[in-house]
T-cell receptor, first 112, second 116 residues
Framework: SQQGEEDPQALSIQEGENATMNCSYKTSINNLQWYRQNSGRGLVHLILIRSNEREKHSGRLRVTLDTSKKSSSLLITASRAADTASYFCATAANQAGTALIFGKGTTLSVSS | DAGVIQSPRHEVTEMGQEVTLRCKPISGHDYLFWYRQTMMRGLELLIYFNNNVPIDDSGMPEDRFSAKMPNASFSTLKIQPSEPRDSAVYFC??????????????FGAGSRLTVL
């Protein structure tokens, strides 16, 4: 079963615009991760945020975490055509956090 | 390191045939995962290993599915007999788990299976 659910399912924007994707999860977590998947490829880790963090930045990526609402958001600023991909949030499938389960993802399309 | 290597990249087979998917994890990683991805169900965790030992296979859909990890550098996922509903992309991922940290996975490119 899915722990995280991304919203929206699909997002289309123009280059230069910001893209925001949301993830909601059901049970308490120690950390939450975001991954990107380009068409026909495997998933690539983007960023991890721990439960005691509220916001984290990495380049043009900004991730927020609200544990009271059990939600996270991924913001991509000044998007580029190369950001076109599917984005997934992942949380632990077990208490030890050794296995991850993924949401169904948000498909982002950035047109030039 | 060449990353996680999966083979074959594409497999087309007929219903009832045996399918074997292969994975070479990153050297030094102690966890290995098999996932299946479909449009309908998204990414499903099938099974994972720690130090070559299967830890949780509750995601394996049926007895037709089996996975082995005979050594630290090789794992197989076998489907016998295959059915059309097994058509999906199968991903292998590996990681080095830091107890105080989190498990960050490195994925292979996937094996796209089509069962006719």
């Amino acid at each position: 079963s899915q722990q995280g659910e991304e919203d929206p399912q699909a997002l289309s924007i123009q280059e230069g615009e910001n893209a925001t994707m949301n993830c909601s999860y059901k049970t308490s977590i120690n950390n939450l991760q975001w991954y990107r998947q380009n068409s026909g490829r495997g998933l690539v880790h983007l960023i991890l945020i721990r439960s005691n963090e509220r916001e984290k930045h990495s380049g043009r990526l900004r991730v927020t975490l609200d544990t009271s609402k059990k939600s996270s958001s991924l913001l991509i600023t000044a998007s580029r055509a190369a950001d076109t991909a599917s984005y997934f949030c992942a949380t632990a499938a077990n208490q030890a956090g050794t296995a991850l389960i993924f949401g169904k993802g948000t498909t982002l399309s950035v047109s030039s | 390191d060449a990353g996680v290597i999966q083979s074959p990249r594409h497999e087309v087979t007929e219903m009832g045939q045996e399918v074997t998917l292969r994975c070479k994890p990153i050297s030094g990683h102690d966890y290995l995962f098999w996932y299946r991805q479909t449009m309908m169900r998204g990414l499903e965790l099938l099974i994972y290993f720690n130090n070559n030992v299967p830890i949780d296979d509750s995601g394996m859909p049926e007895d037709r599915f089996s996975a082995k990890m005979p050594n630290a550098s090789f794992s197989t996922l076998k489907i016998q007999p295959s059915e059309p509903r097994d058509s999906a992309v199968y991903f292998c991922a590996s990681s080095f788990y830091v107890i105080s940290g989190a498990n960050v996975l490195t994925f292979g490119a996937g094996s796209r299976l089509t069962v006719l």
